[in-house]
Structures are given as C-alpha cells and as structure tokens.
C-alpha cells in the first residue's frame, strides 16, 4: 500500500541534486568570471544562502543566513591564532546550534557551524595575509556575495517550495545536546588548533557537528556506523588513489560519489535516525577526501588516514559527553519537567 508521504526515489534526488549542483556552478562561474579572486572563498556563502532559501521558501531566509555566516567567518579567520579563543568562540556556537532545535532551525544552524569551523583552518583569502583584519574582510565580503547569488538563483529555482521545517527538540533532549555541542566543541577546537591547522583537521569538528542528536541511542547508532562507513570508505580511497593521479579525474570521481551519497540519505530518511548510516559514510568518505585532495598518491593517503582517525576521536567524545550530560539532566528533574 503506497503512503502519501512515501520518499522521493534514489533517482529523483539525483536528479533534484544535479539541478542545485548545476545552479551553484553557474552561480560560481558567474562570480569568477567577474571577480576570480573571490570565487573560491564564496562558496560557503552559496551553499548556505541557497540551502537557507530552499528549507525557509524565502529571499530574506537566504541572505540572513549568508550574512550570519559572513560575520561569524570574519570573527573565526582573525581568532585563529589563538587555539583558546577559537575553541570558546566554537563552543558558543555549540550553545547557539543546540537552543537552535527548539524552534525547527538545527538544519541551517548545522551548515553555518560547519563552515564556519571550516574558516578557523588555513585557506588562501582573497586579499591580506592569512589572520588579518583585511584577510577576514575579503572573506565575509566573498561569503556574501556568493550567498546573494546562490540566494537570487535558488528562490526562482524553488518558486517559494520548501520542505517543513523540523519539529521543536524536548526540552531535556536539547539540554543534552546542547552541552555535548558545546564541550566537545570547544575543546576538540582547542586541541586540534594546538597540534595540526591542516584543512583536513577541521573534519574533526565537522564531524562532531552531524554526530551530536538530541536522542542518546540515535547519536550511539550513528557515531558506530558513522565510524565503520568511514573506515570502509578509507580503504576506497586507498584504492582509488593507488591508481588515480590526476586532479581532475579525482574530483570528477568525488562529485559522482558525493551526489551518490546525497542521493541515498535523501531517499532513506532513516539514514537521519542513524540506520543505514554507515551506507552513506561509505559512500561519502572518498567523496570528500577525493575532493579535498586530489592529487592521488602519500598526499591523497595521509587525509585519507588522518580523517579515519579523526572520525574515531569525535565518535568516542560526542558519545561520552552525550552520555554524561543525560546524567548531569536526570540529576535536575524537577527542573527540567518544570521548563518542558
């Protein structure tokens, strides 16, 4: 008996995937062909603005979220310098995303976090030297300006369609996310900043971002199958690199997994509930190592491992902090039922 809400197939999201794949290259092929020098760093804003204006249907959904991400951007590439100050800026956006659930907003605020963890790692800014106030200027500028693109672009696309937004998170369930977010956040920021400021090191806060739920069994399932899927797509990557080794051919080949990898956990919502997850994570995983670092070979190999590893570390943190915090809000009931 077919349901009313039955999900869209595996080939229909490819097909709505490759459309907003298109309309962000076209919206990035625009912008280099007029400024190249900020075409790079505007892709954070295009994805942002352009996910902000299909979930919410609206311009101003789009460019508010563009315009957040520009200023927490800014903040992020001038406090990098300093692994304690980023790892408390982290940790208040650790706060800010959990309190987010509340109101049905964790899916915006959740691609906000993660690019903007990605901006406290080193990147080539547009003009400036790495940290500087001129530096962090011309990449909150790219981020707004590929976010009014994307923004533009994606409103016509979607002709005010968007999906529901997500339920409000209980208010014990948040508590718990919310200081597993927020400590993990802040000292995993703290640490890695100490020992490693390679770009693949931001996947280590990344990943935290997508493991921490409100649910403690979901956050369990996900953080084991998130963790297998990880070392089954490391040894993917492994193989691919051993004989793929040039650029182009290597980020042909993560685009097709990435969208692959979309695909499925669009058409399997259970993926978000952590079933299946490790599907997913092996498909995902050499799309994004392939992509990060294309040159095939030791270059391609070390992410690949450094990433597995990571994968590991924010697997076991998310999940013992998420375990503690539930104890630290059964020790308040009263409190707790009184805010519910």
Known sequence: MSSAHASPSFLAVSKTLLLVASLMAIALIALALTVPELAASAIPGVIVGGTATVLFGRVIWGLSAAAILAVLTWIAVLINVSPIAAGVFMALLGLGMGLSGRRGLRAIALTIVIFTAGSLFPLTPPSGAPGSVQAASSMALAVIVGGVLATVMFRVAGRGHHPPLSPPTAWPDLIVQTIT????????????????????????????????????????????????????????????????????????????????????????????????????????????????????????????????????????????????????????????????
């Open 181 to 340: 977010l927020s400590v993990t956040l802040g000292i995993a920021t703290a640490l890695v900043l100490t020992w490693d400021r390679t770009t693949v090191a931001a996947w280590l806060l990344i990943t935290i971002v997508v493991l921490a739920q409100p649910h403690d069994d979901v956050t369990l399932r996900r953080s084991i199958e998130r963790v297998a899927g990880t070392l089954g797509g490391a040894l993917a990557v492994g193989a691919i690199a051993l004989v793929v080794h040039v650029p182009w051919q290597a980020i042909a080949i993560g685009l097709v997994l990435a969208v692959a990898a979309w695909s499925y956990r669009f058409s399997h919502p259970e993926v978000e509930q952590g079933h299946h997850y490790w599907i997913y994570a092996l498909i995902w995983t050499p799309a994004m190592v392939l992509l990060a670092v294309p040159q095939g070979g030791s270059a391609t190999l070390a992410a690949d491992t450094q990433r597995a590893g990571l994968t590991i570390i924010a697997a076991i943190s998310v999940v013992l902090v998420s375990v503690l915090a539930r104890k630290l809000v059964l020790l308040r009931p009263q409190a707790t039922n009184a805010i519910t």
